[in-house]
């Protein structure tokens, strides 16, 4: 078992390979399954043409169950059809599965429409008479009228939809079989657990009919994409993989309205009783395993009843069985008592499972009396031991006690059969190594087994030699060595498009070669193939594209970024002459001409790159703050500058906030006026440091925030508004209380502005029963409005928040400063929550927190950068908190984290110690539990990687708490 697991390792992909031969432009589709789904993993299929070009490359999504299908493959083209072999390789988290198959030369002619409907007509024929069989009609199904292929469809589909039955599916080609199975079994369990509608199970059924129609007629194009949709909509209508979660109220009270509804399943009258008053009584979230184990049970409980049908003596086991337990499971009075039965239910569930993978094996050895005669040989003992202890078998325990020999066979098939075509892969590719000659070697010896011990062995030492092989395969290094120098060289051509390309490619080059750090499993060097693949074809490109950038190109490209360059100088001197006397307006031109000295600098450097993105700034920025000083000159007492100017405009913003809270400001806001204001000096905060990412969400956040809790409340009204963003429409529901319901009442909508303006009035009246609905045109300008409704002597608002919409651009070192503002925000409330005194009294924090703020105004990342290195060791030198009773120590080095210290103790004891370490942003990262020895001292050592920052460990013992700080690089 041992080496059967190594063998398995790399092998979690299969696929139902019916390749062959097919002939130029024939299509075709791959059908698989994936052993354990992962969320929001795609499996990724390749297709490489014999001359080692990519063919076709799809991204696909499986289905909750594991199973997938590709969409079409058409073999035609310059690059798909060319004749010679070609790999499938097929990729899924660390798992791959790798194949081929062969294209001729003849070409693949499509069948015309007349001959369609000729193969139709005889299908139809087909299907009615293998119903008349099947369901023993006294009278024969009458003739079909119809001569279009729509209409031959419509018919062939109506068949299937009113008289299916699973006997009927072996009737469909075997290529197509199992991704029908698939697709229906899913939409029935779809259906069962109450995910789907009865109407979408229906047209989800209907499109995989229609799949088999057009494949039993030649038409596989069109039946391969039918059954894609239907895959697609299967998975669509379930989105929830495998991963486990807790069902919202809304969830489960859907479940029990299902279950209610359900008929002839095993619940008894009082259980479907019980569930309607859990629903009456919305306590559903009490019950949640008990409703989770009832859709398991009845789900199971379902399986049984189709599996019941078949015709064997160990499938009659596993009838009688059920058919007793069913008739037990209908008398149950409660949830609780029917539930009892879970795991009977669930063990015949899994000797049904296991009875059908014995179906499999039993068809393998009955079928492949030449083609696989030796293994099916080799099998037959086994089986033939397996058949006899079966065949006395007299209960379900004895199927389910022969689950390992079972399983054992079924997984020695696949597993051969995964070595006959990987061997028939290597020969057909011409590979000529010694490897390649011992996995002949192999493949006769494992032709000569004579025991599947013996093939298991195989199976390792064949993962061995594709893992050495995998190894020399992969250079890394050399690709890496081949894409930073290309870096280089399309930085100083400013090539963009190619400096994309590789950027992409020396990502997923770093990726591989921490995958293949260490000792790479089979899994992970199949990943790094596949990360690879892109990499090595794009390689040659790019390096012909930059190998054509020649000097002359390059003088042009320099000489239109130094001319523009000049020409914004230019205008900066011109400029000075009247402006001289404005506020601050020579310190910007000082500055702004030192950057453009910085583009000279950087095209003499041959970096085109960075010198062409600067002077584009830089001429974004001269055009805002020129026309700013044009506009209002002394608007800005500290002058414009382009983070100036955006200050002032987001302060305006925060200025229209602050006049709607005191125009509008009510005894019910007092509660959230704390709140308020503690998101206003957040905001001013972020803009002060130039934060401006960071402050567009706190603006929305304080409108949406003032819109909800600014309102005034009146008892005798109700009544909300909504904003239609597309069609500037506000819309205006409620009720209002009346005494009287015989008349109207009038009522009067005033919207004002955020500075307490009157935008717009409007009257109208309410119902008799003091309903009321209007709509009208709406501003739609961003900002708060305010909409007052008056009924009598009774007042009450709603506060419409159009939010903003900011059309600021923020280029990379915007960014960069963003990322330092973020950690200087949270560097800040880490020193202040875990220094206590020690960071408000001591100056030093003061001095570089002030050193920043200038940084920040001035926008030098560099001397940002250095000042947070500062602040950082500042937190980890000064702020530790010590007692005379407990001290803690924290070390961090090479992924190690060494705690050490003492607490003072009274009685020589061990006790029980708690430490919790948080990183920056305050957020808890890990508790270490541990015990000190009886003197009081303790050590503990954890292998954890933790991301850069800074941390703090936190030790409470009885009621002191003691700290200490290190620092991640």
């Known amino acids: 078992m041992p080496v059967y697991a190594s063998a398995q390792s790399s092998d979690r992909i299969t696929i139902l390979d019916n390749f062959g031969t097919y002939d130029n432009g024939e299509p075709i589709f791959i059908f698989g399954k994936v052993a354990k789904v992962s969320d929001d993993s795609f499996l990724i299929m390749q297709i490489i043409n014999p001359q080692g070009d990519m063919c076709q490359i799809q991204q696909l999504l499986p289905l909750p169950?594991?199973?997938?299908?590709?969409?079409?493959?058409?073999?035609?083209?310059?690059?798909?059809?060319?004749?010679?072999?070609?790999?499938?390789?097929?990729?899924?988290?660390?798992?791959?599965?790798?194949?081929?198959?062969?294209?001729?030369?003849?070409?693949?002619?499509?069948?015309?429409?007349?001959?369609?409907?000729?193969?139709?007509?005889?299908?139809?024929?087909?299907?009615s008479s293998i119903i008349n069989d099947v369901f023993n009609l006294s009278t024969p199904l009458s003739?079909?009228?119809?001569?279009?292929?729509?209409?031959?469809?419509?018919?062939?589909?109506?068949?299937?939809?009113?008289?299916?039955?699973?006997?009927?599916?072996?009737?469909?080609?075997?290529?197509?079989?199992?991704?029908?199975?698939?697709?229906?079994?899913?939409?029935?369990k779809l259906l069962e657990q109450g995910e789907i509608s009865f109407d979408i199970a229906k047209s989800i059924d209907r499109t995989i009919f229609a799949a088999i129609f057009y494949y039993e007629i030649d038409d596989k194009s069109k039946a391969i994409d039918l059954l894609t949709d239907a895959f697609i909509d299967i998975r669509n209508v379930n989105p929830e993989k495998i991963v486990q979660r807790t069902a919202t109220f809304d969830e489960l009270e859907d479940t029990l309205l299902n279950l209610m509804t359900k008929s002839d399943t095993v619940m008894s009258r009082p259980v479907k009783t019980e569930i309607g008053f859990i629903f009456a009584r919305g306590t559903a979230p009490v019950y949640a395993d008990e409703i989770t184990q009832l859709v398991d049970v009845l789900s199971k409980s379902r399986y049984l009843d189709i599996v019941s049908r078949k015709q064997s003596d160990l499938y009659r086991l596993v009838q009688s069985d059920w058919e007793s337990l069913k008739i037990s499971l209908m008398s149950k009075e409660s949830i609780e008592e029917l539930l009892q039965s879970h795991q009977r239910v669930s063990d015949l569930h899994s000797a049904s499972l296991l009875l059908r993978e014995l179906d499999d094996v039993e068809r393998f050895i009955s079928s492949n009396s030449t083609d696989n005669s030796e293994l099916a040989n080799l099998i037959m003992p086994g089986w033939k031991t397996l058949e006899n202890d079966l065949a006395l078998a007299t209960s379900v325990d004895d199927i389910l006690e022969s689950e390992s020999e079972i399983s054992v066979m079924a997984q020695v098939i696949d597993i051969s059969n995964r070595i006959n075509k990987s061997v028939e892969i290597s020969q057909s590719t011409g590979i000529d190594s010694g490897l390649v000659s011992d996995w002949r070697l192999l493949l006769d010896r494992i032709e000569n087994s004579d025991s599947i011990d013996e093939i298991l062995e195989i199976v390792s030492e064949f993962d061995k030699s594709m893992t050495a092989l995998r190894e020399k395969r992969n250079p890394l290094i050399v690709l890496e060595y081949q894409y930073n120098a290309m870096k280089e060289k399309a930085e100083l051509q400013a090539d963009y498009q190619n400096l994309y390309l590789i950027d992409n490619a020396l990502k997923i080059l770093n990726t591989a070669k921490q995958m293949e750090s260490g000792n790479p499993s089979i899994t992970r060097i199949d990943r790094i193939e596949v990360l690879l693949t892109w990499v090595s074809e794009k390689a040659p490109q790019i390096k012909a594209d930059l190998d054509s950038y020649d000097?002359?190109?390059?003088?042009?490209?320099?000489?239109?970024?130094?001319?523009?360059?000049?020409?914004?100088?230019?205008?900066?001197?011109?400029?000075?002459?009247?402006?001289?006397?404005?506020?601050?307006?020579?310190?910007?031109?000082?500055?702004?001409?030192?950057?453009?000295?910085?583009?000279?600098?950087?095209?003499?450097?041959?970096?085109?790159?960075?010198?062409d993105d600067l002077v584009r700034q830089l001429f974004d920025e001269w055009t805002q703050v020129s026309g700013a000083y044009a506009k209002d000159p002394y608007g800005s007492e500290v002058g414009y500058t382009a983070d100036e100017i955006k200050r002032i405009e987001f302060r305006k913003k925060l200025d229209g906030f602050s006049n709607t809270v005191s125009t509008f400001y009510n005894a019910g806001f007092s509660e959230y006026v704390d709140q308020y204001?503690?998101?206003?000096?957040?905001?001013?905060?972020?803009?002060?440091?130039?934060?401006?990412?960071?402050?567009?969400?706190?603006?929305?956040?304080?409108?949406?925030?003032?819109?909800?809790?600014?309102?005034?409340?009146?008892?005798?009204?109700?009544?909300?508004?909504?904003?239609?963003?597309?069609?500037?429409?506000?819309?205006?529901?409620?009720?209002?209380?009346?005494?009287?319901?015989?008349?109207?009442?009038?009522?009067?909508?005033?919207?004002?502005?955020?500075?307490?303006?009157?935008?717009?009035?409007?009257?109208?009246?309410?119902?008799?029963?003091?309903?009321?609905?209007?709509?009208?045109?709406?501003?739609?300008?961003?900002?708060?409005?305010?909409?007052?409704?008056?009924?009598?002597?009774?007042?009450?608002?709603?506060?419409?928040?159009?939010?903003?919409?900011?059309?600021?651009?923020?280029?990379?070192?915007n960014l960069n400063m963003v990322d330092l503002a973020r950690d200087f925000e949270d560097l800040e409330s880490f020193a202040k929550r875990f220094g206590g005194e020690s960071f408000d009294e001591n100056p030093r924090f003061s001095d570089v927190i002030n050193d920043l703020e200038i940084g920040f105004a001035n926008r030098d990342a560099e001397n940002v950068n250095e000042k947070l290195g500062e602040l950082k060791h500042d937190i980890d030198r000064y702020l530790p908190i010590r007692s005379r009773v407990a001290i803690i120590e924290a070390n961090y080095d090479d992924d190690k984290l060494m705690v050490s210290g003492a607490v003072q103790k009274a009685i020589a004891f061990r006790e029980d110690l708690f430490v919790d370490v948080y990183n920056q942003k305050g957020e808890h990262v890990e508790e270490i539990a541990l015990k000190d020895n009886s003197s009081g001292l303790f050590n503990e050592v954890i292998s954890k990687s933790f991301e850069s920052g800074v941390y703090v460990v936190q030790l409470q013992y009885h009621d002191v708490v003691v700290t200490d700080f290190f620092i991640v690089k």
């Not at 081929?100 to 299907?127: G, R």
């Not at 419509?154 to 697709?183: A, C, H, Q, T």
């Open 65 to 127: 169950d594991g199973d997938f299908i590709t969409d079409t493959i058409p073999l035609k083209g310059r690059i798909c059809g060319i004749p010679g072999t070609y790999e499938v390789k097929l990729f899924y988290g660390d798992n791959s599965k790798t194949t081929s198959f062969k294209v001729s030369s003849n070409s693949f002619s499509e069948i015309p429409e007349d001959q369609k409907i000729t193969l139709a007509k005889h299908l139809l024929e087909k299907q």
């Open 551 to 611: 000097k002359d190109a390059f003088k042009i490209r320099a000489s239109d970024i130094l001319q523009r360059a000049k020409s914004i100088e230019n205008l900066v001197d011109l400029s000075i002459t009247k402006n001289r006397f404005l506020p601050n307006y020579l310190e910007f031109t000082e500055t702004f001409n030192e950057k453009i000295d910085r583009v000279r600098d950087l095209v003499i450097q041959n970096d085109l790159e960075e010198a």
């Open 143 to 188: 003739n079909q009228t119809a001569n279009t292929l729509s209409e031959l469809e419509k018919d062939y589909v109506d068949l299937w939809d009113e008289f299916f039955d699973e006997e009927l599916i072996f009737e469909i080609n075997p290529v197509l079989r199992p991704g029908i199975s698939s697709s229906l079994d899913s939409v029935e």
């Open 677 to 813: 204001n503690q998101m206003m000096d957040e905001a001013y905060r972020l803009i002060e440091i130039a934060n401006f990412v960071d402050a567009e969400d706190k603006i929305i956040e304080i409108g949406n925030y003032l819109s909800e809790y600014l309102v005034l409340r009146d008892p005798s009204i109700i009544y909300d508004i909504s904003f239609d963003p597309e069609k500037n429409i506000w819309v205006i529901t409620g009720a209002t209380e009346k005494s009287i319901f015989d008349r109207r009442e009038n009522l009067y909508v005033t919207v004002y502005n955020m500075d307490g303006t009157k935008h717009s009035s409007m009257k109208f009246t309410d119902t008799k029963q003091g309903d009321f609905f209007t709509q009208w045109v709406a501003p739609a300008d961003p900002g708060l409005y305010v909409v007052m409704l008056q009924y009598k002597d009774s007042k009450a608002t709603q506060i419409v928040h159009v939010k903003e919409k900011f059309d600021f651009q923020y280029d990379k070192a």
